[in-house]
């Protein structure tokens, strides 16, 4: 897991071990609570992949993308995410 994240630990959590697979492979940050906490909330959103990138967005934000030529050959997959782990997605640099 990328050691540029930050992870709050929280009281609720203490119990459960992590094994970061919400980060799925370490493409995403990892999230504030464990996937076996009752405040893991995970909430839809649109990755649209393009050239072995992608970015992240709410859902339906990519739409205009799939009809642009210059977005071309991109695919838009609906995803899960918990909202902290969206929040602490790098800054997204273009394809
Ligand atoms: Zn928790």
């Keep these: ?13 203490e119990n459960y071990c992590r094994d970061w697979h919400e980060t799925n492979g370490g493409e995403y ?12 909330e995970l909430k839809e959103y649109d990755r649209f992949d393009l050239n072995g990138t992608f970015v ?3 859902v339906g ?5 799939l009809t642009d030529p ?7 997959t609906t995803i899960k995410l918990t ?3 969206f929040e602490k ?3 997204f640099e273009g394809f």
């Design 29 to 40: 940050p990892p999230s504030d609570h464990s996937p076996m906490c009752e405040n893991f």
């Design 89 to 91: 997605l790098p800054e």
């Design 70 to 76: 210059e977005y071309e050959g991109g695919i838009v």
């Design 1 to 13: 897991m990328d050691e540029d994240f930050d992870v709050h630990f929280y009281p609720c959590c």
């Design 56 to 58: 992240i967005d709410s």
């Design 83 to 85: 909202e902290d782990q």
């Design 61 to 65: 934000a990519f739409t205009e993308f």
